[in-house]
Each structure stands twice: as C-alpha cells, then as structure tokens.
C-alpha cells in the first residue's frame, strides 16, 4: 500500500486553513498542525531523495503516522463543522500510513514526474555572470575539508560558506568575548608577560625558551612551504638554548630576527605597525622589556593569521560560486530527512505574503516570491530562531537587517516630508532660481543623510527627542514648537502619512526584485540613494535564495493556490 502524497496533502492544507481561521487562535492545535506538515515534508522529502540511512524512512514515516493520529484526536474534540475532515483523517490512518515503504520508489517517481513539468525559474541576473567567474570547480567534499579549517567556533561550515557567497568583502573576524572575559585574559596576559620581564631581571630564562618556541611555530603556520625549512633552520631553538645557558640572552636579536622575518610576509596594510614594532624595539625605553615586546609580536601574529585566512577564503570565492547552490540544496535536503528542520514556518510566511495578491495567469515564480521577500524584510516584528522560514535561517542577522533599515528608510523619508510642509509656505514666498533649487535638493540629501546616520547609532539609541531636535534646526522658528508633536504623530504605525510611505518603499522594492527596475517615487526622492543601495543588497539575497530553495518554493506556493473541496 502506497502513501497517498496528494490527497494527505490536501488534507493538512484544509486542517491548516481551519487551524488559521480560529478566533482567537488555539496555540496547541497551531502547533500540533506545524508538527505535521514537518513530519509530511520530510516523509516526502526522503521519497524524492532516498537518504544513506536505509532505515530513516521508516523512522519518518512512523512519525507522520504518530502525528496524524494526535492531530485526528485533536480535531475530534472540536465542533460538529470539522467532521468532514475529521473522516478523511481517519481513512488516511486507517489506510496505514506507516508500513508502505513497499512502493515508496513508485511514490518517489510520480513526485519527480509531477516536479519535471513546472518550468524552472529564469536565472537571476545579478548572480549569474558571478557563477561564471570560477574556472576550476571544486567537488563538494574538497570543500568540507577547506572550510573546517577557517570557520569559527560559532560558524558552521555551511553558514561561512553562504556568507563567503553572498557578500563579497566577506571577512572572517576575532570571535566576539564577554567583557568579562577579555578582561581576565587580558590581565592573565599581562601577568605572564610581567612575570617574563621578572624572571629575565635575575637571568632565569626557564619561560623564554617555551614562548620563543610558540612564536616559531606561529610564524612556520605563515610561511609558504618553499620558505619553511629555511625559516627553521634559521631560528635555531638549539643555539638560543645555548645562548640562554651563558647570559646575559641577547633577546633584541631574536625579537628584531622574528620581525624582519615577519615583515617580508605581512600583508601591505601591517608596514607601518611593523615598522614602529621595529623601532620600538630598537628604543632605550623602559617599556621595551622582552616581556612586552614579544607580546606585541604574538599580537601581529594572531593579525596576520586572520588577515591570511581571509586571502585564502577570498581566493576560494570564485571556485565555491559555481557549486553553493547545489551544496546549500544538498544541505538543507539532507536536514529535512533528518528530521532537524521543517517547513511549517516557510508555509506559513508564504501564505501570510501571498494572501490577498492578484496575480495574472502568466506570473511566475520570481513575481511569487518578490512579494514574499518583500512581506519578509518589512515585517514589523523581528523575526527570530523560532519564527523565521527554515529557508531563511541561514541569513537570519541579514534579514532583520534589512528589516531595521527598512523602518530606517520609512521613518527617514516620513521626517523629510514634515521639513518639506514646515517650509513650503517659505517655498512658495520666495520665487527660488534653478541653481537655488538644485541647492536645496542638496541640503534636503544631506539632512536625510544625517537622519540615516542618528537612527544607525545605537550606542546610545537615538530617541524621538533626537529626531525633533535636528529638525528643528532645518525649519522656520515660528513653527519649531510644533515640531515634536508632529513628530511624535507621524512616526506612529498607525499614523496614515506613515502607511503611505511604508508602502512606497514597500512597492520599490518589490518592483525591483520582480523587474530589476527601481520606481522613482517623488515623496522618496531625499533617500533614493540609499534606497537603491538597499535594494541592491535585498535582490542579492533573494535571488540566491530563490536559486537555492526554488523546488520547494514551487510546491509550497502551488499547494497554497491550489482550489480544495472538503
């Protein structure tokens, strides 16, 4: 007995759409509905690609059967209206939803047919001549091995992998501390250079040596390997023990040896700190101590290990373009049948985006989706581990990102309107020459540009009082007093003047991701710069995205159009 795909999946759409209709909504029946439709996506997921273990279909189908048998008891206690779908449920588990791993490939065909006759989207323009660059491919397993040997701790070989692809000046940076604990490691630092400077005072090098050690093998790590047996041969750990058993140890030589060393391999941008490294070795001061001196060279060091590890991730860049997306796909595919990742929240945000738009016959999927992305950057509420569509987690910091630049952009322009009205009665007393109006289009910039700038800061946050303040200083005074109430007023969600320009912006960057086309819209005008730059970089995104996640995309979006009879 086969697993009946399409009508189970008709089924979870019409529970989905009672689910979503109740007022208020019941939290556990939400739920349990979510829980389903994950364990539907990955039974279905390992019928279209059998996974390694041969053993995790029947896991997963087992699953799926425990979660339609506690959603039929769900139902079963609400009113007489879901009857209907209460039956269909129970034929569906009566039918015997886990033991049909007999025709499971039969099952997997007819999807992949079903799949083969949707076209496939065009590609995106942004990113193909990029998926172009690369002359050598590498396999994906060649890959792995690379990226586990640069990503951090808190970054998985996938996520830099994603973020290598999507921003080019991608770079890798120190792993962020808690205060806290820089402080300790800093101090405990300092205790230990200290204590080097101490025990030199008396001659005992029992420290030194081991520190020497550490430095030598940092500096191998950085050299080429035609250079390393000579830099081994030339800082003979051997002759400084020697030197060090008949002090006083000359350690300026070893110190000035490790930087001219250091300096014939440092990134051009490292000169002028190895250059004042150097002198500062050479000084008479009471600060040059071998303590602190080999202690600023350990810290070049660590420098130049992350400024080598981004030279080798920016070259990887172009071999990693051509097979990101079958290597994201591959990735997420795998999750899925593993259980660790669903679809509930990705249907749920297509849904919610899709809801109420007029598509004509001939849209596609790329028209689809720029509503979605768009609903997705311009959410009000930030979105979070638990809310955020599994497509999207890996750009989840991006994402709410572009959503606070979003409201950036909608509160921006909604402060330059109310400058525009202050001094329109001006404007219109004062017959302005083009030169004098093409000069005031120029302030009118600049003061969105100081807009933008304030709501960036966030330490401290800008407050409303801010936003008041600096417009007063661009309006007639006999109107400043007025200035923060009308402030106050616009800036609030529900104020009208901010709906309209919310939904302006809204609409560029929808047309943009659907045409590649920017709308020049007249009330957005002080902050099209900026605008468009945004946009840029939210096309970027989507695009890759679409490219990555379209196969599920397709089937989300054509369950979600498809007519029910229930």
């Known amino acids: ?279 500062h070795i050479n000084s008479s001061s009471t600060t040059s101590t071998p303590g602190q001196i080999f202690a600023e060279i350990m810290a070049m060091l660590e420098k130049m290990s992350m400024d080598l590890a981004n030279f080798r991730l920016q070259s990887l860049r172009p071999h990693l373009l051509p097979i990101a997306v079958d290597y994201e796909r591959g990735k997420f595919s795998k999750a899925i049948q593993e259980s660790n990742v669903g679809l509930a929240n990705t249907r749920q945000w297509l849904q919610k985006s899709l809801h109420g738009a007029n598509f004509t016959n001939d849209a596609d999927l790329r028209q689809k989706m720029s509503y979605a992305y768009t609903q997705l950057v311009s959410a009000s509420s930030a979105w979070t581990r638990l809310t955020c569509p599994e497509t999207c987690l890996l750009d989840l910091d991006r994402v709410v990102q572009f959503q606070n630049k979003v409201q950036t952009m909608v509160v921006t322009a909604c402060l330059m309107l109310l400058a525009q009205q202050f001094n329109a009665n001006q404007q219109q007393q004062q017959q302005q020459q083009p030169q004098q109006q093409q000069q005031r289009q120029q302030q009118q910039q600049q003061l969105a540009h100081r807009f933008l700038d304030l709501l960036d800061e966030t330490d401290p946050p800008t407050r409303l009082a801010h936003l008041s303040a600096e417009l007063e200083k661009h309006v007639p005074e006999a109107q400043r007093s007025m200035c923060q109430r009308m402030v106050s007023k616009t800036l609030q969600e529900s104020d009208p003047v901010f709906q309209v320009l919310f939904k302006r912006v809204t609409a560029s960057i929808r047309a943009f991701l659907a045409t590649g086309k920017l709308v020049h819209d007249a009330s957005l005008a002080p902050i099209r710069d900026p605008l468009t730059r945004l946009v840029k970089r939210i096309a970027l995104f989507a695009h890759y995205n679409e490219k990555v996640y379209e196969t599920w995309y397709r089937d989300l979006i054509a369950s979600i159009d498809r007519p029910l009879a229930v």
């Not at 039956?87 to 999807?111: K, M, Y």
């Not at 191998?220 to 030339?234: G, N, V």
Request: hydrophobic residues 40%.
């Open 1 to 279: 007995m086969s697993l009946p795909t399409a009508e189970l999946h008709d089924i979870l759409t019409a529970v989905d759409q009672v689910a979503a209709s109740r007022t208020p909504v019941n939290a556990v029946e939400r739920l349990v509905v979510d829980e389903t439709w994950n364990s539907f996506y990955t039974v279905r997921e390992c019928l279209q690609q059998p996974p390694t273990d041969p053993t995790l279909t029947q896991k997963n189908l087992t699953a799926l059967y425990l979660q339609l048998c506690r959603l039929h008891h769900l139902f079963q206690q609400q009113q007489q209206e879901d009857d209907a779908l209460v039956q269909r449920l129970g034929a569906i588990i009566e039918q015997g939803v886990g033991p049909c791993l007999s025709d499971a490939s039969a099952t997997s065909h007819s999807i992949a047919a079903a799949r083969s006759m949707s076209p496939s989207p065009p590609a995106s323009p942004t990113l193909a001549a990029a998926f172009q660059e690369g002359e050598h491919v590498i396999s994906q397993e060649q890959l792995q091995r690379v990226l586990a040997g640069f990503a951090p701790s808190e970054l998985s070989n996938e996520q830099l992998a994603h973020d290598l692809v999507l921003d080019p000046e991608y770079t890798v940076k120190p792993a962020q501390k808690h205060p806290l604990q820089a402080r300790v490691e800093a101090i405990a630092k300092q205790a230990f250079y200290d204590q080097i400077d101490a025990a030199y005072e008396d001659e005992n090098y029992d420290q030194l040596l081991p520190l020497l050690t550490d430095l030598k093998d940092r500096l191998l790590a950085l050299a080429p390997d035609r250079t390393r047996a000579q830099l081994d041969d030339k800082f003979d750990l051997q002759l400084a023990r020697q030197q060090m058993q008949n002090p006083p140890f000359l350690w300026r030589d070893w110190a000035l040896a490790f930087v001219d060393t250091m300096a014939t391999m440092v990134a051009p941008v490292r000169d002028r700190a190895i250059q004042q490294l150097r002198t």
